[in-house]
């Protein structure tokens, strides 16, 4: 569980009420770290919708998964 106390409060004061109101909340289990597969992606995909709705302009991307291990190399480079 997440709790965030925001405003003009000091840790030892927020603390005993936290505990007081969320300490009896019995943990649960952490989620299975099972992930899907992405199919390739080989060429664009393109849909175009002939409806009547307010202008919207979505764009997409695909990215690493935070699993995945990193492209960027940590040594800094000559110069």
């Known amino acids: 569980m997440v709790v ?10 927020a603390m005993p009420i936290v505990e007081k109101y969320f300490s009896r909340i019995p943990a649960r289990p952490k989620p299975d770290t099972a992930t899907t597969t992405e199919p390739a992606q080989n060429s664009e995909r393109t849909v175009v919708l002939h409806e009547q709705s307010q202008p919207l302009y979505l764009e997409g ?13 940590t040594t800094p480079s000559p110069t």
């Open 61 to 73: 991307y695909h990215r690493p998964t935070t699993a995945a291990p990193t492209t960027r190399s």
């Open 4 to 13: 965030t106390v925001v405003g003009d409060v000091k840790a030892s004061e």
